[in-house]
């Protein structure tokens, strides 16, 4: 087996998708190991969720985006990333803008998720904006980062059904149980080599296993399929 990929989180608020990834790491269902975990805010709950599993915790602020100051802080946040070997960084929940130095120091190597179908709905309370424009299906989006918010290749998305009579908080809690399930599988299947970009489309190679089987939740499409229980 591959050594375990080393990865790196970057959050601004609790961090459930965080806890999804270390769960996964805990129970083998990803070859990897959380070995950092960064937030632009020193009280976000996420650095004590990281406590929890002894995981290294770094706070730096970050000034607004596109000044000299917030690429300084870029550049912080890159160094602080490669000085600890980081293979793979996951955005989980993070909400500043990331810099150059970061994507050009770890190119197709940060990953994002949306609670949105990208390309519909990017920005935030997307989630709001789907039951007021009475989207008829609805779901997040894994994605790799790019320099534009919310427009990199796409890895995977799972959609469900928009349902009568739901709230914005409704159709949010629904879709945040599906990013707790397909993020985790993107991060294994970097793990094991199998993303291959291709322009703006994200190619999954063949399984490594053949124990691999289809998703089997009726509640949601996912797109590629599960490999297994995530």
């Known amino acids: 087996m591959p050594e375990p990929i080393r990865i790196a989180a970057m959050a601004s608020g609790g961090g459930t998708n965080l806890q999804a990834i270390v769960d996964a790491c805990e129970a083998g269902s990803i070859n ?3 070995v950092l975990v960064f ?10 969720r990281a406590r929890k599993h002894d995981i290294e915790t770094v706070h730096v602020r970050v000034p607004k985006s596109d000044t000299a100051e917030w690429e300084e802080a870029d550049r912080q946040i890159a160094e602080v990333f490669r000085a600890r070997d980081v293979d793979l960084v996951v955005m989980v929940g993070y909400m500043r803008k990331i810099g150059p130095s970061l994507l050009g120091a770890f190119r197709d190597r940060i990953m994002n998720v949306h609670p949105g179908l990208l ?14 424009y009475g989207v008829k299906v609805a779901g997040p989006t894994v994605h790799f980062a790019s ?3 919310d427009s990199g290749p796409i890895i995977i998305q799972a959609a469900g059904p928009g349902l009568p009579g739901d709230t914005g908080q409704d159709l949010a809690d629904r879709i945040l149980a599906q990013e707790h399930r397909i993020y985790p599988q993107a991060v294994q299947w970097f793990a094991e080599g199998r993303l291959q970009i291709e322009g703006r489309k994200v190619k999954l190679v063949e399984p490594a296993s053949a124990d691999a089987t289809p998703d089997a939740d009726a509640t949601a499409i996912i797109s590629p399929p599960l490999d297994g229980e995530f």
């Not at 390309?119 to 007021?132: L, N, S, T």
């Open 39 to 48: 937030s632009d805010k020193s009280d976000a709950g996420v650095l004590e």
């Open 119 to 132: 390309p519909a709905f990017p920005g935030v309370e997307v989630q709001w904006d789907a039951v007021e």
């Open 32 to 34: 990897g190991r959380v």
């Open 147 to 149: 320099a534009e918010v």
